[in-house]
């Protein structure tokens, strides 16, 4: 949908004016669309056939625009009727609609049932007739409901009841843009604080960068360090974007909901109390539900069956249009409760009307997610800002979530559970025979062209038996549902498929569609939108980025905006260890090295240190050697696994009472918790933390054919690997005044191809050759160290 206030114009298709909703869907929860929509295709491609025969002056998907005039708004409608048939009174409109539903059925249960269908041949009605008052050619309508499972047919003529239902969407519809009009309207005197009271070296011309940065590109990669206040920054401007009406509305992207409490926090200091400007977090489906079990269906959820009419009975409606309508999940899940309406779909009622969307990635990424967006009325990325903050994550997680597991152990659970429900006969054995096929995998890094044909062959006879008898879904259950949709999705010609991907099996019975480059993906979607600003702390090497997240196949060129930080100059000391070698084959014969090193690097630090290893196991085996040969240091090894609190209870812990944390890169407590800045005075890190070599990054450099292979090497293993070093080291340095001494314990260090992907505060140093010269780099700094205290003495 498209909105010009100025012209007091609307665009849209028909089918999204018919789908439109400004309250509870109700509907079940969408998985395999895709198979049934070839189905649904399969049907109409036979209707056809059946009116050529017929008819063969018929037309057939006929593209159909006009403009419907109501209340001073001019309602551009566009889309493709199925069939014309010619007539001698007039042309004969035809729909047709797949079903599940026994046919015949009364007429009132399927405009009751499907009432959506009957709104768009109205709609098709009023732009053939022409004009407002609908006195144009003489045409009848009529819509052909077809069991998909039958194939039975009933055809239902358009009445005049239908039609007022048309005006009645229309109503709907130019409501909902007035109430969007005033909202945009509002925004005009959108009054909001600074981000800073007292800006840093660097944050006093940030908005005006970012500014300039936007009119040379609507792509920005905005790379600050850590502690930068990239957030404050960013809703600052964006806000000012909103006030000035370059933009309509800002959605907000991070990968942890802990990032998105800190951009509420933010923005709510900013805008007051009440706020000028409102804003909602989308919390994902499964954290609103108030069920016992999340299984979302209507037979098995008393909340979705008959929230349409609770809805219009609960006042809900008002009330979200308000500022200060409750906005906290329990919140939700407690006006859900009382109102006997889904606590999601309240959500879902609520973003329309809000300024600002905070949520997660996948809400525009993901092939699944992304829905719960684009199906919103008012949603139109042509006029939204976009922020991804940690952005450096997108391209991994946007393909994590292209890719798909099916494990054999579950599908055999799944297969109980058909059986349990007395599914089909001949659908059960299909599972059976996928399951088989599971279960006989062994680990591989590829399959060969026979066994992934087999998997197409079996998932086609999975998908044929659903079609024709499908289970009842609500008494299958959520885990079956997943696997039973997972498992079809392997098989679908869909924007996961048209990605480079690997089909491997990392276990035995275990097998994965792992997204090797999401880079189309990431490109296609955020080029619709109106600006997109990309933050990270470590976004160089740019031309590297912008490559992972499509941008190179942009047609604007991102523009690179680096923060300026003044108060970081000379803020590391930083030296290379030359001494010993990092990688795996040779890590064990260093380990008394390594040991000693951070034991040395404790003792001559005022607190304690912290030394980041690339793999729980390189931190589990120094753990051992400190133990062994300095008992007396109190050491911290970081678990596994942990909450957000659980990870800020043992920092705190730890830098509490003990000598030395052993954390490891590209955690949480490396990427995600800023605690250390101004805490850790020293780090040591082990090396560079290059992935795992396995199938999947074999796979990536062989996608890297026409490259040498130290190219990439350089993309596929070294820029992630000091991406995560350059994270980790940024987070000790978080404000003016924070000073850390750094040593990067490995020779490759050295070389320029790691060398020179290190941030440039970190390329500078010592080098240390050997025990006499780190001795010599320790005491030096211990006695700067010393020397400045001094200054600070009354």
Not at 246 to 267: E, H, M
Not at 690 to 698: K, R
Request: hydrophobic share 40%; glycine share 8%.
């Amino acid at each position: 949908m498209q909105i010009d206030l100025n012209r007091r114009k609307v665009s849209l298709s028909v089918g999204e004016f018919a789908t439109l909703t400004f309250g509870p869907t109700g509907g079940d929860a969408g998985r395999g669309a895709h198979w049934r929509a070839q189905l649904g295709q399969a049907w109409h491609d036979e209707m056809r056939e059946r009116t050529l025969k017929t008819d063969p002056r018929a037309q057939f998907e006929s593209v159909t625009t006009g403009i419907v005039r109501w209340k001073s708004w001019q309602i551009h409608l566009s889309g493709r009727i199925d069939q014309i048939v010619p007539r001698s009174g007039g042309d004969l409109l035809r729909e047709i609609k797949t079903i599940r539903s026994v046919l015949p059925a009364p007429e009132s249960e399927l405009r009751d049932g499907y009432a959506s269908h009957f709104r768009q041949l109205a709609a098709y009605d009023r732009l053939v007739r022409g004009g407002s008052d609908g006195a144009g050619d003489s045409v009848t309508c009529e819509m052909v409901f077809i069991d998909i499972e039958t194939g039975v047919t009933q055809p239902v003529a358009l009445d005049e009841e239908d039609r007022r239902a048309f005006d009645r969407q229309l109503n709907r519809l130019v409501q909902f843009v007035e109430q969007r009009r005033s909202g945009l309207e509002r925004l005009k005197t959108l009054r909001f604080r600074p981000a800073f009271d007292r800006p840093r070296e660097g944050q006093e011309t940030i908005r005006q960068d970012l500014e300039e940065a936007a009119s040379r590109s609507k792509m920005v990669l905005f790379e600050a360090p850590t502690g930068y206040g990239k957030t404050g920054s960013v809703l600052e401007y964006a806000l000012g974007r909103l006030r000035e009406g370059t933009v309509t509305r800002v959605v907000y992207l991070t990968g942890k909901s802990t990032g998105q409490l800190q951009v509420i926090a933010q923005l709510d200091s900013m805008l007051g109390d009440p706020p000028g400007a409102m804003r909602w977090q989308i919390r994902n489906k499964a954290e609103h539900c108030t069920n016992d079990i999340f299984h979302c269906f209507r037979n098995s959820c008393t909340f979705l069956d008959g929230q349409e009419e609770r809805w219009t009975r609960s006042g809900l409606a008002l009330r979200l249009t308000g500022s200060l309508f409750p906005r906290g999940i329990e919140e939700l899940r407690d006006i859900g409760r009382d109102a006997r309406i889904c606590p999601y779909e309240i959500t879902r009622a609520a973003l329309p009307i809000n300024d600002l969307w905070i949520g997660d990635y996948n809400y525009v990424f993901s092939p699944t997610s992304r829905t719960v967006l684009e199906s919103l009325p008012g949603y139109d990325p042509g006029q939204t800002l976009l922020i991804i903050d940690e952005a450096h994550n997108l391209p991994s997680r946007v393909a994590d979530s292209h890719s798909l597991l099916v494990d054999a152990t579950q599908a055999q659970f799944t297969l109980s559970a058909l059986e349990s429900e007395s599914a089909a006969v001949g659908l059960r054995h299909a599972w059976r025979e996928w399951t088989l096929f599971l279960s006989l995998l062994k680990a591989a890094d590829s399959l060969d062209p026979f066994q992934e044909a087999e998997i197409h062959d079996l998932l086609r006879s999975v998908r044929s038996e659903l079609n024709r008898t499908p289970p009842d879904y609500s008494a299958l259950g959520p885990n079956p549902c997943d696997v039973l949709f997972n498992s079809l999705t392997l098989n679908e010609a869909d924007e996961r498929a048209a990605l480079p991907r690997l089909l491997w099996c990392p276990e035995n019975g275990r097998l994965t569609a792992t997204c090797l480059d999401a880079a189309p993906a990431i490109g296609s979607t955020v080029e619709r939108f109106r600006e997109v600003l990309f933050l990270s702390a470590t976004l160089s090497p740019t031309d590297d980025f912008a490559e992972r997240c499509g941008l190179h196949d942009s047609l604007t060129k991102p523009f690179h905006l680096l923060a300026q930080t003044p108060w970081r100059a000379g803020a590391f000391d930083v030296a290379v260890d030359l001494r010993v070698d990092t990688r795996f084959r040779l890590r064990e014969k260093h380990l008394d090295t390594t040991a000693a090193t951070i034991a040395a690097l404790r003792e001559h630090s005022t607190g304690p240190i912290a030394a980041f290893f690339p793999s729980y196991a390189y931190a589990r085996s120094v753990d051992r050697a400190l133990a062994r040969d300095h008992p007396l240091l109190r050491v911290s090894m970081q678990r596994g696994r942990q909450t957000l609190a659980e990870q800020t209870e043992f920092l705190e812990e730890s830098l509490a009472l003990s000598d030395i944390l052993l954390l490891v890169l590209g955690s949480g407590f490396a990427e995600g918790i800023d605690l250390l800045g101004g805490r850790i005075g020293s780090a040591l890190i082990a090396g560079p933390a290059l992935p795992e070599v396995n199938a999947i990054q074999e796979a990536r450099l062989g996608m890297r054919g026409r490259e040498t292979r130290e190219a990439g090497f350089r993309r596929v293993f070294q820029i992630p690997g000091i991406q995560k070093v350059n994270q980790a080291l940024g987070r000790l340095v978080r404000a003016p005044g924070h000073r850390a001494r750094v040593l990067l314990h490995c020779r490759r260090f050295s070389e320029s191809s790691y060398h020179d992907l290190l941030a440039p505060e970190y390329q500078n140093g010592s080098w240390i050759t050997d025990d006499d010269t780190l001795k010599s780099w320790l005491q030096n700094d211990s006695q700067r160290q010393s020397e400045k205290a001094n200054l600070h003495l009354p």
